[in-house]
């Protein structure tokens, strides 16, 4: 998996037993982070994809998979549920679409519309759990590759 380390992810592979619909399934899961730039800064997304046994024939399932500080921004790339929903996955094909190509996709869509913020109040452990969407917040707020969080209170405005 030497893409992996091309674009600075860090995935851990997991072989985990899904029960979905009274039926038990051995998946690989991928988990680690895509790095993404928004507003000239870089953020990292926490993401989780389950390879089926049918891969790469099938498309991966993906979700995000926020840390208890962050909040899900639903889109029309993200349900409320965190999963990842894009036309790549809709219309895979094997060979033409691979992870790499997914990566790129993700990278290119989360630039533009990042799916996750962080809570407002890290203090309220329910809003972690909350789902915005795109339209009710008027800025983003993410972790920083510092891992900071991004406030204007912290930042300097040229």
């Keep these: 998996m030497n893409f992996l380390n091309f ?3 860090s995935f851990a592979c997991n072989f985990l037993t899904v029960f979905n619909d009274g ?11 895509i790095k993404v730039f928004f507003n ?8 989780s994809l389950w390879l089926r046994e049918s891969y790469p ?17 639903t889109s029309k790339h993200v349900n409320s ?16 679409c691979d992870l790499h190509g997914l990566i790129h996709v993700m990278m290119t869509v989360f630039s533009e519309i990042p799916p996750l913020r962080m809570c407002l109040d890290p203090e309220d452990t329910s ?32």
């Design 127 to 158: 809003s972690a759990h909350k789902v915005q969407t795109f339209e009710e917040f008027s800025h983003v707020t993410l972790d920083t590759e510092d891992d900071l969080p991004f406030s204007e209170h912290n930042e300097t405005i040229c």
């Design 7 to 9: 674009f600075s992810f």
């Design 57 to 73: 024939r099938t498309a991966p399932i993906c979700y995000l998979k926020p840390t208890r500080e962050m909040v899900v921004v």
């Design 81 to 96: 549920n965190g999963e990842i929903l894009m036309p790549y996955l809709d219309e895979w094909r094997h060979p033409q």
């Design 40 to 47: 000239g800064k870089l953020y990292n997304i926490p993401v």
């Design 23 to 33: 039926t038990a399934k051995t998946l690989v899961c991928l988990t680690g982070t």
